[in-house]
């Protein structure tokens, strides 16, 4: 049975940092690429940064030099790093299995201005 944790939201001032935790089991984790997608209230769910199982990434341009996604395949889980945060960056946070049925539960993150 495949499954995604996430870990890590919180409430956060702006300019503050975060790094949120996708824990994943049923799955040869190494051999997959990760995503991490976000959802603000009225708004529809956009790719956030994603990680290749070679380590290759890639970033949504409202992200970049902001967000760091990162890989440890010995503990089966995808980091996401979060520096400068905005008010904008409020969101629910999603762990993601490309090309599958499968998401995490969601991870609330909160940026106050």
């Known amino acids: 049975q495949v499954q995604l944790v996430e870990s890590g939201g919180g409430l956060v001032q702006a300019g503050g940092s975060l790094r949120l935790s996708c824990v994943a089991s049923g799955i040869t984790f190494s051999s997959h690429r990760i995503e991490w997608h976000r959802q603000a209230p009225g708004k529809q769910r956009d790719m956030v940064a994603g990680i290749s199982s070679g380590g290759s990434t890639n970033y949504a341009d409202s992200v970049k030099g902001r967000f760091t996604i990162s890989r440890d395949n010995g503990k089966n889980t995808v980091y996401l790093q979060m520096n400068s945060l905005k008010p904008d960056d409020t969101a629910v946070y999603y762990c993601?299995?490309?090309?599958?049925?499968?998401w995490g539960q969601g991870t609330q993150v909160t940026v106050s201005s």
């Open positions: 993601n299995l490309p090309y599958t049925k499968y």
